[in-house]
């Protein structure tokens, strides 16, 4: 309500001035902008809430499940149960399945975090929830490498199918680290070509020059992200326009008339043209 009356206080001082028509349209025009940047701040914090809830349930049921599992590993490495009735190759999957819901965790707790600093958020409790959740996750971390060891001294044929795993896992994770790595540079026309980014071509005599990414482009000059917890990249800038091959569905730029940041809004189709991303600035 304070919002509201403070905007509507220079559409009142507009009237009683006598500014005319044009005065008048402009002021409404403004008025519609503040609260259209307003709705847009309320949605994404709401947006930002509903994704915090939403991660924070999909943790405590994946610590549910480790839970269960690690009860029955528990078991084994304690004499309660026999170990020789047990298939080996099922004592290794229900450690893999565990580091799986532990790596899930660290991604949907990275994913949330990321959401609440995009859209502001900085709520207390909300904060100290994703604190306790790190903890949680850190502490099973420990647990679950202690309990394997316990394993492997119980029965050391576990050793060779945990370390066979292990290095599955290194692979897969290298794979999955190189799909989801891109780079981004933005800067000035004259910062990009100087700095061996782009170059301009075509024209007469200086004139129609366009610019376009080198082929021998400087790599060294890119930030490297992880597209999977990077979804905004501030610009801070007047205006922004994208070099790169991108779809225009899948982004947008956002700014109150001016280019504040990139904000992805599909990374899938956004980085499956190109992993390198070109934004000229002004």
Known sequence: MKKTIWLLIPFIMACNEGGGDETLLQEIEKLKEENKTIQESA????????????????????????????????????????????????IVADIQAIQELLQKNKNRLSSVSQKLKEANLKIFEMEKTIERLADQIQTKDAQIASLQEQLIKLNGELEYLFNEYNERVAEVGAKDEELNTAWYAFGTAKELKENGVITKEGGVIGIGKTKKLKEDFNKNYFTKIDIREVTSIPLQAKSANILTTHSPKSYKIEGNGRADKLVITDIKEFWNSSKYLVVVVE
Not at 59 to 73: A, C, P, S, T, V
Request: proline share 0%.
């Open 43 to 90: 949605n994404s914090k709401d947006a930002a809430i509903d994704e915090f809830f939403r991660g924070y349930n999909e943790i405590e049921e994946n610590l549910r499940q480790i839970k269960e599992k690690e009860k029955i590993l528990s078991d084994y490495s304690k004499g309660t149960s026999e170990m020789g009735k047990v298939n080996q190759e099922q």
